[in-house]
Nanobody
Framework: QVQFVESGGGLVQPGGSLRLSCAAS????????MGWYRQAPGNQRDLVAR????????YYVDSVKGRFTISRDNAKKTVYLQMNSLKPEDTAVYYC?????????WGQGTQVPVSS
């Protein structure tokens, strides 16, 4: 089963930027869709953005449109999430997984606290 390792999180001030990375172990196919999810304290884990590994078709939830950009490097089996103009409400643990039918087993995620 493919496993995902997230990195790049850290404390950032409102208005700041971060780039998250997700490295996959195992095979990722061009037909796969990869996604970034987030879980704020006390909330459920929700999809933030996803990308088709072939062609790069993307989807974003309304709350991050225009601020976040998902991208991928197929050769490196890595998916990125560029986050700009961060807001306190973006504070969460960010995870990656398949963007459709995610694995039951999740990685540890990477924490993104947005605070001054």
């Amino acid at each position: 089963q493919v496993q995902f390792v997230e990195s790049g999180g850290g404390l950032v001030q409102p208005g700041g930027s971060l780039r998250l990375s997700c490295a996959a172990s195992g095979s990722i196919f061009s037909t796969d869709t990869m996604g970034w999810y987030r879980q704020a304290p006390g909330n459920q884990r929700d999809l933030v953005a996803r990308i088709l590994m072939s062609g790069g078709s993307t989807y974003y939830v309304d709350s991050v449109k225009g601020r976040f950009t998902i991208s991928r490097d197929n050769a490196k089996k890595t998916v990125y999430l560029q986050m700009n103009s961060l807001k306190p409400e973006d504070t969460a643990v960010y995870y990656c997984n398949y963007g459709v039918s995610p694995n039951a087993c999740w990685g540890q995620g990477t924490q993104v606290p947005v605070s001054s």
